[in-house]
């Protein structure tokens, strides 16, 4: 049953990077906007994510120190990843690292491969994590293939075949459910070490890479407007994990 829920979870999240489509039907005024309160509430849902349900499982399990220790690793794996490698969450329709599109591929393919990995060790935790991953990496990813539709279309791909590879590459993250999976059968405390990574990955894209995004915005009704969002970020997983059955 937990492998059923993962595969369906991951599916699901592949799934979001067809969102693309809808901005056949958007004016570009309007899905800049929709993009820019989506940020506010993705950092709040990364947030309480983080914090309200993979840590406190994570200290459940294992050692507090050594949970916050794995936390600070999160932080600084993700760290090194976009200051190196340039897998950069971007959101803007020409940002500057997505400049060749190839390399935005191979990026995100690595990227949704880890969110299978998460996801797949999340709900081998419990239930109520995988739901809660799962919640917090769809609301990430919507504002995020949105923009990497978009950096696709500005490299020279039409479409159609923009909407394609994105779909291609988010179906890594159904590989690394099943090698998560599998692995943690046999790896020692494997879900131990992986909770407080992904919290840490967690809290460094939303303080990193989103709440930097509302600082930015001059017009103060919009930043207002996204700090309420992301107020209902964290909400919501506040009552994701009231309601959320045990």
Not at 9 to 36: C, D, E, P, Q, R
Not at 47 to 63: C, D, R, V, Y
Not at 64 to 73: D, M, N
Not at 152 to 178: D, H, M, P, S, W
Request: net charge neutral; charged share 10%.
């Amino acid at each position: 049953m937990v492998l059923i829920w993962i595969l369906t979870s991951t599916l699901l999240v592949s799934v979001i990077s067809l969102i693309g489509v809808v901005t056949l039907a958007i004016k570009n005024n309007l899905l800049h906007k929709i993009i820019f309160y989506l940020l506010g509430f993705s950092a709040g849902a990364l947030i309480g994510g983080a914090f309200l349900h993979i840590l406190p499982e994570a200290i459940e399990k294992t050692n507090t120190t050594t949970v916050f220790y794995f936390t600070i690793l999160g932080i600084i794996v993700f760290f090194l990843m976009e200051r190196f490698l340039h897998w950069r969450h971007c959101h803007e329709e020409n940002c500057r690292i997505h400049a060749f599109t190839y390399l935005n591929l191979v990026g995100d393919a690595f990227h949704n491969f880890l969110d299978g990995i998460v996801i797949s060790v999340s709900f081998i935790v419990s239930f109520n994590v995988g739901v809660a991953t799962t919640i917090a990496i769809i609301l990430h990813e919507i504002p995020q293939e949105l923009g990497d539709f978009g950096v696709l279309v500005y490299g020279g791909f039409t479409r159609k075949k923009a909407l394609l590879c994105n779909f291609l590459t988010a179906l890594t993250a159904v590989i690394g459910a099943l090698i998560g999976y599998f692995i943690s059968s046999y790896v020692h405390n494997f879900t131990n070490f992986i909770m407080p990574l992904t919290a840490g990955g967690f809290i460094y894209i939303a303080t990193s890479d989103l709440i930097p995004e509302i600082h930015k915005e001059s017009n103060q009704k919009r930043a207002t407007f996204a700090f309420v969002a992301f107020l209902f970020g964290i909400l919501f997983m506040a009552l994701a994990k009231y309601f959320l059955p045990e």
